[in-house]
């Protein structure tokens, strides 16, 4: 028989017990996010006669845009290691895993709101439900890059089998920072607007579409999006990480990054239905 | 505490009236659970209101508790504490069993999705495994009655529909605890009948259940206690016709409200109303069957007023359930008395209001005056249970 307790700052009071606690949480809730991340999927195709393609159509712009700045030389992308539309294609395909699951782990808990103040479960699982649609639309996108192999005469790197764990830390950092954001979010409307406008900015901060020539470069020394981008890449096109020092402290950032705003989140979460 | 369902210490909830206060202290309390702290929670700052405050009970497993109140009294607040929704800021809350809750229907479903997706996603929600909605699926769809529109979306459906298949899926999740909102009043008659008799029948399996409602009737028959809510205090607590009947005295929409709020002006006034027994006894508490006498004593303040005396029996909360007008007549100045011959007082067991008053016509147009009493029905032995209707008549069973 369950036996539940509510009290004023009940998480708070559980100390260090919360992590258990947050562990338990998160398994027991593995089905409804399974639940949660089709009702998304299914209803946001639903009604749109290209359905997935929208997936790829994004892309496809914003490298038809430097692709176009590349040959009338107004931009000079230099030495790329592959066929560029491939290598900006590889770029905007992680960045987009950040960027999109971002800003919609952002407003995930806003947009559901009448469902928070009117249902108990564990809210967490609306911000992990739309970074698995972030995560799909990545793997729809992963069939484009496969067919720009078949396209240029490109055989990737044995290392490509390396690729999907070199994403993990952009996902927890995703993840990690969706949390805190959308809680953020709940109180402060503004939040969302913002992290939009400070990804799109961002991105071009990083190398996403254009390769680093620097090593040096201040961006990449100082942005740790930078190694947790292009390192994934790297496994692609040359077969190895070029730095790969930068890519293991980022990711070490990450993953702290993660269970910081996953603590912060059960902590401060019981506060939000109420702000909705 | 091994029978108790639900425990409820002291529990208060404050909010806060302006949006700009919203923001402000849900930043300051977000930052402080950030940093590990505390919430101030138990006290109030400026612009914040407690919307419950020092709300106890107690529930026994498969007692059901009725929370009335008028619109604001915090009795949907109560409902999502108990529910986890909102944490309390004071006191505390023990539940033991699991706990369904029906807030609002519909709530958790996705207006793009056909009906049967959104019982998974819905029944995931509450949080039933897909093992546990394979197995009861049929009988979620049969007792929602969706019938064809199961695979069309649920924009589609009527409210009633949505309401339906909304409560059949939090009902078929087996709570131990079971909260229900006034969410009941949407669906139609049949519906309704259909929903109660599962509610009786998930008490009996020892569900635990709190239901909100304006319906008195609904509260009168299905529960055990009753808590009246008024501006987020415990107003009463007790049966559901004690409550009921404070409930609908404090509130100004009673049956001739007008009439008792122009007393002093008013031409004729009711002075006292009277059931007496066949030997002319006064009595409070009558059998359905008996003969009783009515008197009304009245005192006019006008010569050859003309009008019709009436009495009128209603239900605790007001309904009325029937009436009588006598003939015209014209009153003179002074004191007098009306009888009122009534051969069976025809109501099942339980608490009844009766009204006397004067009125210029059978419209009753102007109501110049009207009093009330109350009156007890004692049990009938054809009808022990009163849940099942509110007349008493007299019939002959050949078998």
């Known amino acids: 028989m369950d036996y539940i307790v509510y009290e004023p700052n009940k998480n708070v009071k559980l100390g260090l017990k919360i992590w258990p606690a947050m562990f338990r949480e998160l398994v027991g809730s593995r089905e409804l996010i399974w639940r949660l991340f089709v009702r998304n999927w299914s209803a946001k195709y639903k009604q749109a006669v290209l359905g997935y393609l929208?997936?790829?159509?994004?892309?496809?712009?914003?490298?038809?845009?430097?692709?176009?700045?590349?040959?009338?030389?107004?931009?000079?992308?230099?030495?790329?290691?592959?066929?560029?539309?491939?290598?900006?294609?590889?770029?905007?395909?992680?960045?987009?895993?950040?960027?999109?699951?971002?800003?919609?782990?952002?407003?995930?808990?806003?947009?559901?709101?009448?469902?928070?103040?009117?249902?108990?479960?564990?809210?967490?699982?609306?911000?992990?439900?739309?970074?698995?649609?972030?995560?799909?639309?990545?793997?729809?996108?992963?069939?484009?890059?496969?067919?720009?192999?078949?396209?240029?005469k490109f055989i990737p790197a044995w290392t490509i089998v390396l690729f999907p764990l070199a994403i993990i830390p952009i996902v927890l950092l995703t993840l990690g920072l969706s949390l805190f954001f959308s809680l953020v979010n709940g109180v402060l409307r503004d939040t969302a607007n913002a992290v939009s406008v400070i990804t799109t900015f961002l991105m071009f901060l990083t190398p996403v579409l254009y390769p680093l020539k620097d090593k040096a470069n201040l961006f990449f020394k100082f942005n740790p999006l930078a190694p947790l981008v292009v390192a994934p890449r790297d496994l692609i096109i040359y077969g190895h990480i070029k730095e790969p020092v930068s890519f293991l402290m980022a990711s070490t950032l990450s993953i702290l990054i993660f269970f910081i705003c996953w603590r912060i989140f059960y902590l401060a979460k019981t506060k939000i239905p109420e702000r909705l | 505490m091994p029978n108790t369902a639900i425990k409820a210490e002291n529990i208060s909830k404050k909010f806060s009236k302006s949006l700009n206060h919203v923001m402000l202290y849900g930043a300051e309390d977000v930052s402080k659970n950030i940093f590990g702290m505390p919430a101030p929670t138990d006290r109030l700052r400026k612009g914040e209101f407690w919307a419950v405050e020092d709300v106890s009970f107690q529930l026994e497993k498969g007692q059901t508790l009725g929370i009335i109140g008028p619109n604001g009294a915090g009795k949907t607040t109560v409902l999502k504490m108990l529910n986890g929704i909102f944490m309390p800021d004071k006191g505390r809350i023990e539940l033991s069993g699991r706990v369904g809750a029906l807030i609002q229907v519909g709530a958790g479903f996705h207006p793009m999705l056909t009906g049967r997706e959104n019982v998974y996603v819905y029944g995931a929600i509450l949080?039933?495994?897909?093992?546990?909605?394979?197995?009861?699926?049929?009988?979620?769809?049969?007792?929602?009655?969706?019938?064809?529109?199961?695979?069309?979306?649920?924009?589609?459906?009527?409210?009633?529909?949505?309401?339906?298949?909304?409560?059949?899926?939090?009902?078929?999740?087996?709570?131990?605890?079971?909260?229900?909102?006034?969410?009941?009043?949407?669906?139609?008659?049949?519906?309704?009948?259909?929903?109660?008799?599962?509610?009786?029948?998930?008490?009996?399996?020892?569900?635990?259940?709190?239901?909100?409602?304006?319906?008195?009737?609904?509260?009168?028959?299905?529960?055990?206690?009753?808590?009246?809510?008024?501006?987020?205090?415990?107003?009463?607590?007790?049966?559901?016709?004690?409550?009921?009947?404070?409930?609908?005295?404090?509130?100004?929409?009673?049956?001739?409200?007008?009439?008792?709020?122009?007393?002093?002006?008013?031409?004729i006034i009711i002075k006292n109303i009277v059931i007496q027994d066949t030997s002319g006894k006064v009595t409070e508490e009558v059998a359905p069957e008996e003969m009783v006498?009515?008197?009304?004593?009245?005192?006019?303040?006008?010569?050859?007023?003309?009008?019709?005396?009436?009495?009128?029996?209603?239900?605790?909360?007001?309904?009325?359930?029937?009436?009588?007008?006598?003939?015209?007549?014209?009153?003179?100045?002074?004191?007098?008395?009306?009888?009122?011959?009534?051969?069976?007082?025809?109501?099942?067991?339980?608490?009844?209001?009766?009204?006397?008053?004067?009125?210029?016509?059978?419209?009753?147009?102007?109501?110049?005056?009207?009093?009330?009493?109350?009156?007890?029905?004692?049990?009938?032995?054809?009808?022990?249970?009163?849940?099942?209707?509110?007349?008493?008549?007299?019939?002959?069973?050949?078998?």
């Open chain 2, 127 to 267: 949080g039933m495994s897909k093992k546990e909605i394979d197995k009861k699926f049929d009988e979620i769809v049969d007792f929602a009655e969706i019938g064809d529109f199961l695979d069309a979306p649920v924009r589609h459906y009527s409210s009633g529909m949505y309401v339906r298949l909304g409560f059949s899926i939090a009902v078929h999740c087996d709570p131990d605890i079971m909260l229900v909102d006034e969410v009941l009043a949407v669906g139609d008659a049949r519906f309704y009948s259909k929903c109660t008799a599962k509610i009786n029948e998930m008490t009996t399996k020892d569900t635990t259940i709190v239901l909100v409602s304006h319906n008195m009737w609904l509260i009168q028959t299905m529960c055990d206690n009753v808590i009246l809510l008024k501006d987020g205090n415990i107003s009463k607590t007790g049966g559901p016709v004690e409550c009921i009947y404070e409930y609908s005295e404090s509130e100004t929409v009673m049956l001739f409200a007008s009439a008792q709020d122009k007393k002093n002006v008013a031409p």
């Open chain 2, 293 to 399: 006498e009515v008197n009304i004593r009245y005192d006019s303040k006008q010569d050859k007023l003309k009008g019709v005396f009436f009495i009128r029996a209603a239900t605790p909360a007001g309904y009325p359930l029937y009436t009588s007008y006598s003939k015209e007549v014209d009153i003179n100045r002074g004191e007098g008395k009306c009888v009122v011959e009534v051969p069976s007082i025809s109501l099942l067991r339980g608490e009844y209001r009766l009204w006397a008053g004067f009125s210029d016509g059978k419209d009753e147009n102007t109501i110049y005056a009207a009093e009330q009493i109350k009156f007890k029905v004692s049990q009938s032995p054809d009808c022990p249970d009163p849940k099942f209707g509110i007349f008493w008549n007299k019939v002959n069973w050949q078998i």
């Open chain 1, 54 to 152: 929208w997936a790829i159509i994004m892309p496809f712009i914003a490298i038809g845009t430097f692709v176009f700045l590349n040959r009338v030389g107004v931009l000079n992308i230099g030495e790329t290691g592959a066929p560029y539309p491939l290598f900006a294609l590889i770029g905007l395909t992680v960045w987009q895993l950040f960027a999109t699951g971002l800003n919609s782990g952002c407003q995930s808990l806003v947009a559901s709101g009448g469902m928070i103040s009117k249902i108990n479960f564990p809210i967490e699982v609306l911000v992990i439900a739309s970074l698995a649609q972030a995560i799909f639309e990545f793997l729809v996108k992963f069939i484009l890059i496969v067919i720009f192999f078949i396209v240029f």
